[in-house]
C-alpha cells in the first residue's frame, strides 16, 4: 500500500518491466493516461517477466523502473512496428454548463512514430483546446491537461522535455499542485461556519426596508460619557427638589388635610437612575391609604376604573370626594393641586405650572439654583390582588423569573387620576392603574443573575440601551419642537418597549457591555416595528395598545419612524447636535 494515498500499487521489476508508455507525471503535474498501446508485448528483463497490473485506482502513483539502454533501443523497434497513423477528429460541440465543454472529454489523436523517434509531442492538428472554465478544478481547461509522451532520448537521459504546444497555466491559489508537482495529500481543514451572536437578533418588519448601520459610524460610549450626571449637579438639584417636597409633605399630613395619611415615594428616572442629559426633571408620588375599595372596569378598557368603597367607615376624610358612591378622581386632584398653590406661594422660587387637560401630576417649577421641573403626582395605595386585565402581563418569567413574577404580584399596587378618554372629551371619575413602582424595582435588579452589574458581578448594557434611547427621542423633539407630531410621544413608551425587549432577550449574555452598539440597535429595531405596526403593548396590561390611532394618529407615528429610520442609517448624527 501507499503510505500517502492508501491506494493499492503494483511495481514492475527492478530491470525494466514497464508500460507501454512512460507518463512523467513530475513536470506539470497532470495526470497520466493510459496508452492505447497497452498491448504491445515488453521484453523481458533479466530478473524475469513482471504481470503488469490491469487497472490502477485513479489517482494512485505508480512507481516507475529505471531503464536500461538496451531496454530503450529494443522499446524503439516496439513502437515502430506497433503504431498507427493518426486519425484526426474534429472538436465536439460544447454544452453549456458541461464539465468538459463538449459534453465528453476532448482527446489527442495519438501520436506517429516520426513524432515520437524525433523527441517530439506536439499536438495533433485539428484538436482545439476548449476555453478554460472560470474557477475549475482542473487547471482552468474545463478537462484534464494532458501532456504529451516523452520521446525515447528524454527517457534514456532523465530528463522531463515540456511538449510544445500552449502555454501551461499557473497553479490555483490554494491548490494541491503548488509547484506544479503533486504534493502530498494534507488533511483539509473543517470550514467553520460564519459566527453569530448568540441571540437572535429581533428583525425589521419586510415593509421598514431597513439598511444595515455602518459598523463604526458613531461611538455609544462617547454620547454615555456626555450624558454623564454630575455628582455636584446631581447633589444641588436633589436638594432643591427635597426642600420643596418636604414642605409640601408636611403640610399635606396636617390635621387640617383630607390627605393627612400620605407618604412619599420617589418614582421616575431620576430614582431609576437612568436619567440623561441633566438633573432637570423629577416625579414625586404622594401615596395614600385607603380603605378597602371595590373596582369597576371602564368599558374594558383594562387601566381605567370607577372607585368604590366596600365598607365606607364612618368620619372617613375621604368622603366629600364622592359622586354617586363612586370616588371621584376629578375632585381630589383639584383639592390635591389646591393646597398644593397654597403652600408653594410660602416657597421663595417655587411657582405651580398651568394645569394640563387630563394630566394627573401637579407640575412644579423650581428657578433657583437652575430651572427644575417636579411632577408632583396623587396615588392611591391598593392592597388587593392586581385586577384580571394583568393575569398575562409582566412577561418576566424567562426573563427574571417566576418566583420573582409571583412575588412583585403580591406587593400592592397604585391608581392615578389620569382620566380615560371618550372621544374628544374626559371621563373624569376614572382612575388609571399604575405601576411604577414595580418598574423601579425592576431596573434595579434588571440581570437574569443576581449579582448582575454589581460592584462585583459582570456589567450588562441594559440601562445603557435605555438611556440612549431615551435621549434619541428628547433629542428629536428638541429638533422638531414646533412640530405637533411628536407632542403625544414621551419616555414612557420608549421604557415600555425597553421592557419587552429585554423580555424576549433575557439572557445576561444577549446584553454584554461589549455589545453595546449591537443591543442598542436591537432596541431601536423593536420600537421601529411597533411604529410600524401601530402596535405597543402596555408591558402590564397586554389589552392596552400605547400606539393605537385613538391614542396616537398614524401620521404622527410615521413621521417619528422616518425621522429614527434616518438617524440610524446614518450613524445617529443627532447625537452631536444641541
Same mark, same amino acid.
Given at each position: 500500500?501507499?503510505?500517502? @494515498?492508501?491506494?493499492?500499487?503494483?511495481?514492475?521489476?527492478?530491470?525494466?518491466?514497464?508500460?507501454?508508455?512512460?507518463?512523467?507525471?513530475?513536470?506539470?503535474?497532470?495526470?497520466?493516461?493510459?496508452?492505447?498501446?497497452?498491448?504491445?508485448?515488453?521484453?523481458?528483463?533479466?530478473?524475469?517477466?513482471?504481470?503488469?497490473?490491469?487497472?490502477?485506482?485513479?489517482?494512485? @502513483?505508480?512507481?516507475?523502473?529505471?531503464?536500461?539502454?538496451?531496454?530503450?533501443?529494443?522499446?524503439?523497434?516496439?513502437?515502430?512496428?506497433?503504431?498507427?497513423?493518426?486519425?484526426?477528429?474534429?472538436?465536439?460541440?460544447?454544452?453549456?454548463?458541461?464539465?468538459?465543454?463538449?459534453?465528453? @472529454?476532448?482527446?489527442?489523436?495519438?501520436?506517429?512514430?516520426?513524432?515520437?523517434?524525433?523527441?517530439?509531442?506536439?499536438?495533433?492538428?485539428?484538436?482545439?483546446?476548449?476555453? !478554460?472554465?472560470?474557477?475549475?478544478?482542473?487547471?482552468?481547461?474545463?478537462?484534464?491537461?494532458?501532456?504529451?509522451?516523452?520521446?525515447?532520448?528524454?527517457?534514456?537521459?532523465?530528463?522531463?522535455?515540456?511538449?510544445?504546444?500552449?502555454?501551461?497555466?499557473?497553479?490555483?491559489?490554494?491548490?494541491?499542485?503548488?509547484?506544479?508537482?503533486?504534493?502530498?495529500?494534507?488533511?483539509?481543514?473543517?470550514?467553520?461556519?460564519?459566527?453569530? !451572536?448568540?441571540?437572535?437578533?429581533?428583525?425589521?418588519?419586510?415593509?421598514?426596508?431597513?439598511?444595515?448601520?455602518?459598523?463604526?459610524? /458613531?461611538?455609544?460610549?462617547?454620547?454615555?460619557?456626555?450624558?454623564?450626571?454630575?455628582?455636584?449637579?446631581?447633589?444641588?438639584?436633589?436638594?432643591?427638589?427635597?426642600?420643596?417636597?418636604?414642605?409640601?409633605?408636611?403640610?399635606?399630613?396636617?390635621?387640617?388635610?383630607?390627605?393627612?395619611?400620605?407618604?412619599?415615594?420617589?418614582?421616575?428616572?431620576?430614582?431609576?437612575?437612568?436619567?440623561?442629559?441633566?438633573?432637570?426633571?423629577?416625579?414625586?408620588?404622594?401615596?395614600?391609604?385607603?380603605?378597602?375599595?371595590?373596582?369597576?372596569?371602564? @368599558?374594558?378598557?383594562?387601566?381605567?376604573?370607577?372607585?368604590?368603597?366596600?365598607?365606607?367607615?364612618?368620619?372617613?376624610?375621604?368622603?366629600?370626594?364622592?359622586?354617586?358612591?363612586?370616588?371621584?378622581?376629578?375632585?381630589?386632584?383639584?383639592?390635591?393641586?389646591?393646597?398644593?398653590?397654597?403652600?408653594?406661594?410660602?416657597?421663595?422660587?417655587?411657582?405651580?405650572?398651568?394645569?394640563?387637560?387630563?394630566?394627573?401630576?401637579?407640575?412644579?417649577?423650581?428657578?433657583?439654583?437652575?430651572?427644575?421641573?417636579?411632577?408632583?403626582?396623587?396615588?392611591?395605595?391598593?392592597?388587593?390582588? /392586581?385586577?384580571?386585565?394583568?393575569?398575562?402581563?409582566?412577561?418576566?418569567?424567562? /426573563?427574571?423569573?417566576?418566583?420573582?413574577?409571583?412575588?412583585?404580584?403580591?406587593?400592592?399596587?397604585?391608581?392615578?387620576?389620569?382620566?380615560?378618554?371618550?372621544?374628544?372629551?374626559?371621563?373624569?371619575?376614572?382612575?388609571?392603574?399604575?405601576?411604577?413602582?414595580?418598574?423601579?424595582?425592576?431596573?434595579?435588579?434588571?440581570?437574569?443573575?443576581?449579582?448582575?452589574?454589581?460592584?462585583?458581578?459582570?456589567?450588562?448594557?441594559?440601562?445603557?440601551?435605555?438611556?440612549?434611547?431615551?435621549?434619541?427621542?428628547?433629542?428629536?423633539?428638541?429638533?422638531?419642537?414646533?412640530?405637533?407630531?411628536?407632542?403625544?410621544?414621551?419616555?414612557?413608551?420608549?421604557?415600555?418597549?425597553?421592557?419587552?425587549?429585554?423580555?424576549?432577550?433575557?439572557?445576561?449574555?444577549? /446584553?454584554?457591555?461589549?455589545?453595546?452598539?449591537?443591543?442598542?440597535?436591537?432596541?431601536?429595531?423593536?420600537?421601529?416595528?411597533?411604529?410600524?405596526?401601530?402596535?405597543?403593548?402596555?408591558?402590564?396590561?397586554?389589552?392596552?395598545?400605547?400606539?393605537?390611532?385613538?391614542?396616537?394618529?398614524?401620521?404622527?407615528?410615521?413621521?417619528?419612524?422616518?425621522?429614527?429610520?434616518?438617524?440610524?442609517?446614518?450613524?445617529?448624527?443627532?447625537?452631536?447636535?444641541?
Amino acid at each position: 500500500m501507499d503510505p500517502q @494515498r492508501g491506494n493499492a500499487t503494483k511495481t514492475g521489476s527492478k530491470a525494466g518491466a514497464t508500460t507501454p508508455m512512460v507518463s512523467a507525471q513530475g513536470a506539470n503535474g497532470a495526470r497520466r493516461k493510459p496508452s492505447p498501446m497497452a498491448s504491445t508485448p515488453t521484453k523481458p528483463s533479466a530478473s524475469g517477466p513482471q504481470k503488469r497490473p490491469q487497472v490502477r485506482a485513479r489517482g494512485a @502513483r505508480a512507481e516507475k523502473a529505471p531503464l536500461s539502454a538496451e531496454d530503450t533501443e529494443d522499446r524503439q523497434a516496439d513502437l515502430a512496428e506497433g503504431l498507427k497513423p493518426p486519425t484526426v477528429r474534429g472538436p465536439p460541440l460544447s454544452r453549456p454548463g458541461s464539465r468538459c465543454e463538449g459534453g465528453a @472529454r476532448t482527446k489527442k489523436a495519438a501520436l506517429s512514430v516520426e513524432d515520437v523517434l524525433d523527441g517530439q509531442a506536439g499536438l495533433a492538428e485539428g484538436s482545439e483546446l476548449p476555453l !478554460p472554465r472560470a474557477g475549475s478544478r482542473r487547471e482552468e481547461g474545463g478537462a484534464r491537461t494532458k501532456k504529451a509522451p516523452l520521446s525515447a532520448k528524454a527517457v534514456v537521459d532523465g530528463q522531463a522535455i515540456q511538449p510544445e504546444g500552449p502555454e501551461l497555466l499557473l497553479p490555483r491559489a490554494g491548490s494541491r499542485r503548488e509547484g506544479a508537482v503533486r504534493s502530498a495529500p494534507e488533511r483539509r481543514p473543517v470550514s467553520r461556519p460564519t459566527e453569530v !451572536p448568540d441571540h437572535d437578533p429581533l428583525v425589521p418588519a419586510p415593509s421598514l426596508c431597513l439598511r444595515e448601520p455602518a459598523p463604526g459610524a /458613531w461611538n455609544p460610549r462617547a454620547v454615555l460619557k456626555k450624558l454623564k450626571l454630575r455628582s455636584s449637579e446631581i447633589s444641588d438639584a436633589a436638594e432643591a427638589v427635597n426642600s420643596v417636597v418636604d414642605l409640601l409633605l408636611r403640610r399635606l399630613q396636617s390635621c387640617q388635610s383630607e390627605f393627612k395619611g400620605v407618604s412619599l415615594l420617589g418614582t421616575g428616572s431620576y430614582y431609576e437612575r437612568v436619567k440623561v442629559s441633566a438633573p432637570n426633571e423629577f416625579d414625586v408620588m404622594f401615596q395614600l391609604d385607603t380603605p378597602r375599595i371595590q373596582l369597576e372596569e371602564y @368599558r374594558n378598557s383594562g387601566a381605567h376604573y370607577f372607585v368604590k368603597f366596600k365598607r365606607n367607615p364612618t368620619g372617613n376624610p375621604l368622603n366629600e370626594f364622592l359622586e354617586e358612591e363612586m370616588l371621584s378622581a376629578s375632585k381630589m386632584l383639584s383639592k390635591f393641586r389646591e393646597i398644593i398653590k397654597e403652600e408653594v406661594k410660602n416657597i421663595a422660587d417655587v411657582s405651580v405650572e398651568k394645569k394640563k387637560r387630563g394630566c394627573p401630576a401637579v407640575t412644579l417649577l423650581i428657578s433657583k439654583p437652575k430651572e427644575i421641573s417636579v411632577d408632583v403626582i396623587l396615588a392611591l395605595k391598593v392592597k388587593s390582588s /392586581w385586577p384580571d386585565s394583568t393575569q398575562e402581563g409582566l412577561p418576566i418569567r424567562s /426573563w427574571l423569573g417566576a418566583k420573582v413574577r409571583r412575588n412583585l404580584r403580591l406587593q400592592p399596587f397604585y391608581l392615578v387620576p389620569k382620566f380615560a378618554k371618550e372621544g374628544n372629551h374626559f371621563q373624569e371619575e376614572t382612575w388609571r392603574l399604575s405601576f411604577s413602582h414595580i418598574e423601579k424595582n425592576i431596573l434595579e435588579n434588571h440581570g437574569k443573575a443576581k449579582t448582575c452589574c454589581e460592584y462585583d458581578g459582570v456589567k450588562c448594557c441594559r440601562k445603557d440601551c435605555l438611556k440612549l434611547m431615551k435621549y434619541l427621542l428628547e433629542q428629536l423633539k428638541k429638533k422638531f419642537g414646533n412640530r405637533k407630531e411628536l407632542n403625544k410621544f414621551c419616555s414612557y413608551h420608549v421604557k415600555t418597549a425597553f421592557f419587552h425587549g429585554c423580555a424576549e432577550n433575557p439572557d445576561d449574555s444577549d /446584553w454584554q457591555s461589549k455589545d453595546l452598539e449591537l443591543c442598542f440597535d436591537r432596541c431601536v429595531q423593536y420600537f421601529l416595528q411597533c411604529l410600524e405596526k401601530e402596535c405597543l403593548e402596555h408591558f402590564f396590561i397586554p389589552v392596552v395598545n400605547l400606539f393605537s390611532r385613538d391614542k396616537i394618529d398614524k401620521n404622527s407615528k410615521e413621521f417619528l419612524l422616518k425621522e429614527i429610520e434616518y438617524e440610524r442609517n446614518n450613524g445617529y448624527p443627532i447625537f452631536g447636535e444641541f
